[in-house]
């Protein structure tokens, strides 16, 4: 990297620690892209070409026009396939967009979700609409208008109203109980363990006790609420988590087999073989690509 892209990418990831939002277009600052904390922002991409994404273990290939949203907290790569590749970016931080009150539920929508839908394929009438509404997050943020870091979180809105409106809306259902919002708040914590950035930091929260012990609550009332709201055990919510990421580190990391069962919180190998077997009839080495 030559002095000048190096301070590129230094002005480009201080302004974006420091405001907690950029906006830019892919093709003017893809070498900047590939340096900012990963685990510190939410990504909106509306990106025209051939490309393919593995989003935690799963993995979608389009061509064409899509809308990706990357959730901070879940493993993904992008491989681009087409030499012509156009298109815009938009990064922000929880505490950017959440200093709007109408965030929050936005955030736990199907399109940030863990098994959501985070690449919606676009028709060319929605790409012209939704161009524009990134030209004008990438107008606005270079102005000086007292109120723009608002204007911009309304621009945001209304790009995930919009993807709302494309995806299927089955899972998005807001419910107000005791039972839904303690549910909301165990499955929202267990979400932000991952990604797993360091086989030298490895998961603390492995159990229902210790997530119950986290969120100040008895364990078996923290099983009842989710059971009631998601129809499945604490437990399973967190072996279901912990193998999504098991399979991301096992694809698309270096790590052997020993470094990602500690990064996962389990003591020996042979414990984590056997805990990844009786979850996927699978050996981790059987997923290793």
């Known amino acids: 990297m030559d002095q000048k892209t190096e301070r590129r990418v230094s002005d480009f990831n201080s302004e974006l620690k420091l405001k907690g939002f950029k ?4 093709e003017e600052d893809s070498g900047a892209t590939r340096v900012y904390s990963r685990k510190d922002f939410y990504k909106i991409c509306l990106t025209t070409g051939k490309s393919s994404i593995h989003y935690s273990d799963r993995s979608f290939e389009h ?10 907290h879940i493993p993904y790569s992008w491989e681009t396939l087409s030499r012509d590749y156009v298109g815009y970016t938009c990064l922000f931080s929880e505490e950017f967009i959440q200093a709007s009150d109408r965030s929050e539920s936005l955030l736990q929508s199907p399109l940030f979700k863990l ?16 161009n524009g509404i990134f030209q004008k997050i990438i107008e606005e943020q270079q102005t000086d208008y007292s109120f723009k870091d608002d204007l911009i979180r309304n621009y945001i809105h209304l790009i995930l109203h919009e993807a709302l409106k494309m995806s299927p809306s089955e899972n998005y259902i807001q419910q107000g109980n005791a039972a839904s919002r303690l549910t909301s708040v165990f499955l929202e914590l267990l979400e932000r363990q991952f990604p797993i950035e360091s086989p030298n930091e490895p998961l603390m929260l492995t159990t229902a006790q210790h997530y119950a012990e986290h969120l100040s609550v008895h364990v078996n009332y923290l099983n009842r609420a989710v059971k009631e709201i998601t129809g499945k ?22 790590w052997n087999i020993s470094e990602v069962a500690y990064a996962l919180g389990f ?14 009839g699978l050996t981790p080495k059987a997923v290793r690509v």
């Open 63 to 72: 061509e064409g026009t899509i809308l990706f949203f990357g959730n901070p």
């Open 267 to 280: 003591d020996y190998p042979t414990y984590f073989n056997n805990f990844f077997k009786k979850q996927t």
């Open 233 to 254: 055990p604490t437990s399973a919510h967190i072996s279901e988590r912990m193998i999504a990421e098991a399979k991301a580190l096992l694809q698309h990391t270096n």
């Open 23 to 26: 906006a830019f277009q892919i």
């Open 115 to 130: 098994g959501g839908t985070p690449v919606l394929k676009i028709e060319e009438n929605q790409r012209q609409f939704l």
